[in-house]
């Protein structure tokens, strides 16, 4: 069974967070000395009932500090009240590669260039994959141009130098006298080895996108496929064929000319001994575009 504290122990903790919450300073000691308590017993206390969590402290400086007094703002400036910076600042800007993009703050050569971006999928597969096979072959010049060179040729990879400061006030001329400098230089191996690993990289996106161009070509097959099914279903199930009338050939439309070649034909395979079977027309009366032909009944 917990024991039960006293009121005593309570009234001290109470007066001791009151204390310190008002920011005045508390020496344990004369504390406990002042409402009669053992100084290690009120140590106890203190540890076991946690009274520093109590206590109710303000924001701002440490309790009772006094840095800021006297001093006043300028005339007609209300200070900083949230110390930050000015929205939409670039003061932590380096290259701007991650820099966040605010539509409204945008040229209209800029808003005009995000209207025409390519939204299609296809569209815009097929556009980066141009741009990676150019990337690609710019790529492989690099690499022969290289590899064409001689194996103990330097290129200089990065620079760094110190100079020595040039003084004070209108005299002064920074820059001017190199103290010391550092450089950093390439073989054509290790220049080809970069190209490399940007070329395998290069070469995979590739491999995603045609791949993904692909899989789109097989989707749209499969769809034309599933289509002419189902028209095989419906004329299976109802009878009734769809013709597109801009595929029939008409009386006026047969010449003179096909008449004669029909019957050039068919004389050449009765002499070879052989039956022709002349070529069946299609007639319309250029009713519609579309028609129907419904399967005839034999009444006998």
């Known amino acids: 069974m917990a024991r039960r504290k006293g009121e005593k122990r309570d009234s001290v903790m109470m007066e001791y967070v009151a204390r310190k919450s008002k920011g005045d300073k508390v020496v344990l000691k004369e504390f406990a000395k002042e409402l009669d308590v053992n100084y290690r017993q009120l140590l106890k ?32 400036n209300r200070g900083n009240k949230n110390a930050s910076a000015p929205l939409r600042n670039k003061n932590a800007e380096k290259d701007g590669a991650y820099s966040t993009i605010f539509f409204d703050a945008l040229t209209d050569a800029e808003k005009q260039q995000i209207e025409n971006t390519i939204l299609d999928g296809r ?5 980066e994959l141009k741009l990676l096979k150019f990337r690609e072959s710019k790529i492989l010049q690099k690499i022969a141009y ?27 001329n920074d820059g001017q006298i190199q103290q010391m400098g550092m450089y950093n230089k390439d073989s054509a191996f290790a220049r080809v080895q970069k190209l490399d690993e940007a070329l395998y990289k290069v070469q995979g996106r590739i491999g995603t996108i045609v791949s993904s161009i692909r899989a789109m070509e097989d989707a749209e ?11 095989i279903l419906k004329m299976r199930t109802t009878g009734v064929v769809d013709i597109d009338m801009d595929d029939l050939i008409t009386e006026d439309e047969i010449t003179d000319e096909e008449i004669s070649n029909e019957q050039d034909s068919s004389t050449v395979d009765r002499s070879n001994g052989k039956k022709s079977k002349a070529t069946p027309r299609r007639r319309s009366n250029k009713r519609g575009s579309s028609g ?9």
């Open 123 to 127: 569209k815009a597969l097929e556009e």
């Open 292 to 300: 129907t032909v419904r399967p005839t009944q034999d009444n006998s």
């Open 45 to 76: 206390w203190k540890t076991e009932d946690e009274w520093d969590k109590k206590i109710k402290r303000k924001r701002g400086g440490q309790p009772g500090n006094k840095n800021t007094k006297g001093k006043k703002n300028a005339k007609g």
């Open 221 to 231: 097959k499969r769809l034309e496929f599933e289509e002419k099914r189902l028209e």
């Open 146 to 172: 290289y590899e064409s060179k001689p194996e103990d040729e330097l290129y200089l990879n990065n620079l760094m130098d110190m100079r020595v400061p040039g003084g004070r006030g209108s005299g002064r």
